[in-house]
């Protein structure tokens, strides 16, 4: 049913970057098809969309879901098989029937699975920054040797890509590229008083002045982190030091990434924050399609501000140069006590201010090393997290 369409498997399928993404889809079913959606545990939210999209299959992460999802299905008189836990991921991001992969698992979870697409060739959407972040030289290399095609899905990222020269794999430097711009919009605490941020709630960090997005990643915006993140991502994507990427403030959010060129020149790429833009301009590079969004108004607009991030305000980003410096498993680290540390803040267990401390000592804390594998990128990574839930504990709200 599905003959001459491109195949797309979801990882991550009810989030806002897979809600995204099954948008574009649907607008476009001539060229695209859903092969499979993925969830962690929205069983009411996949349901609806299997009987939107019709995948072959649907994956879950706990047995009594995925049996009361199937029932369901079946109920319903979709076709939809489910499958169960983290094995079924990265069947179905490897199928041979798939063509590309949306990436958009959040955390560590993602890894493996991602890791999965990249090794079967296929073209991966990047979404997930831990991919990167955690196994940024094994990732990197499972995708040379493969041959798969990774297209970021980040508005950062995906703006950088499309403001590249072509060929730029063979070399920035050659290319005549000096630096890359990342823009972030300072979050919803870029003027609040330091010694008030101790008072921020849940509540007050999910509240993205700009762009709609998850709970998790709305905190590490609040904090800058996320920027942090997406800076160790854009050494692997790109292959610059972390001396050629620096992070600009642009409260508008409407550059989402700039290039600077030897001559002089600053390409950039503008456009409404909407993430079906980056995700349509994945989906059918090298070709643009439709994505929903409505087209810029610079008039509209009327300004655009640009400011240096003040790491006394923003401490998470320092945080994460000092990682990529550092090299090795220190990015898995950095990750993996970022998402203790607000995990713990989401559930009331930690202050927000409270965060970097955390995330800091727990790199005191742990020896470097070579992440030449992926045991020991997840040794780290469990290490990390014992270390931080004890800081966190010891901390307390």
């Known amino acids: 049913m599905n003959h001459g369409k491109n195949l797309i498997t979801v990882l991550g399928a009810t989030g806002s970057i897979g809600v995204s993404t099954l948008d574009v889809v649907a607008r476009h079913p001539d060229l695209f098809g859903v092969f499979a959606l993925t969830a962690h545990r929205q069983v009411d939210k996949l349901f609806e969309q299997c009987l939107a999209h019709r995948p072959a299959y649907a994956v879950l992460e706990r047995s009594e879901d995925a049996l009361s999802l ?58 997930n920054k831990e991919a990167l972040v955690m196994s940024g030289a094994l990732f990197m ?31 920035l430097h050659d290319s005549g590229v000096t630096r890359i711009l990342l823009t972030a919009s300072g979050g919803p605490f870029r003027r609040m008083p330091l010694e008030t941020l101790a008072e921020v709630t849940p509540e007050m960090a999910c509240a993205h002045p700009n762009w709609v997005m998850g709970r998790k990643i709305s905190v590490d915006s609040a904090t800058m982190m996320n920027k942090g993140l997406e800076v160790i991502e854009a050494h692997w994507l790109f292959g610059l030091p972390a001396n050629g990427i620096e992070v600009v403030i642009h409260p508008q959010s409407v550059i989402h990434s700039m290039v600077s060129y030897a001559d002089g020149s600053v390409i950039a790429q503008l456009g409404n924050p909407d993430m079906r833009t980056p995700i349509a301009h994945a989906m059918a590079y090298p070709h643009r399609i439709d994505a929903g969004v409505r087209a810029l108004d610079l008039f509209e607009i009327a300004r655009l501000d640009f400011e240096r991030p003040d790491h006394d305000r923003f401490p998470c980003l320092a945080l994460a140069y000092r990682a990529l410096e550092e090299g090795g498993v220190a990015p898995a680290v950095l990750n993996a006590a970022n998402e203790v540390a607000v995990g713990s803040f989401l559930d009331g267990a930690l202050r927000f201010d409270r965060i970097p401390a955390v995330i800091a000592d727990t790199l005191d804390a742990i020896t470097p090393r070579a992440a030449d594998s992926l045991e020991l990128v997840f040794e780290a990574d469990r290490k990390a997290r014992e270390v931080a839930g004890g800081l966190v504990r010891g901390l307390g709200a």
């Open 141 to 171: 290399h499972e995708v040379a040797a493969s041959g798969a095609v990774l297209l970021p899905i980040d508005s950062e990222h995906n703006a950088i890509f499309q403001a590249l020269p072509a060929g730029f794999q063979r070399g």
């Open 70 to 127: 199937q029932s369901r299905l079946d109920s319903a008189g979709c076709c939809t098989e489910v499958l169960i836990g983290s094995a079924a991921l990265a069947e179905v991001a490897s199928a041979p029937e798939v063509d590309m992969v949306m990436a958009a698992i959040v955390g560590a979870a993602g890894l493996v699975p991602t890791l999965a697409a990249a090794r079967a060739g296929k073209r991966v959407l990047l979404a």
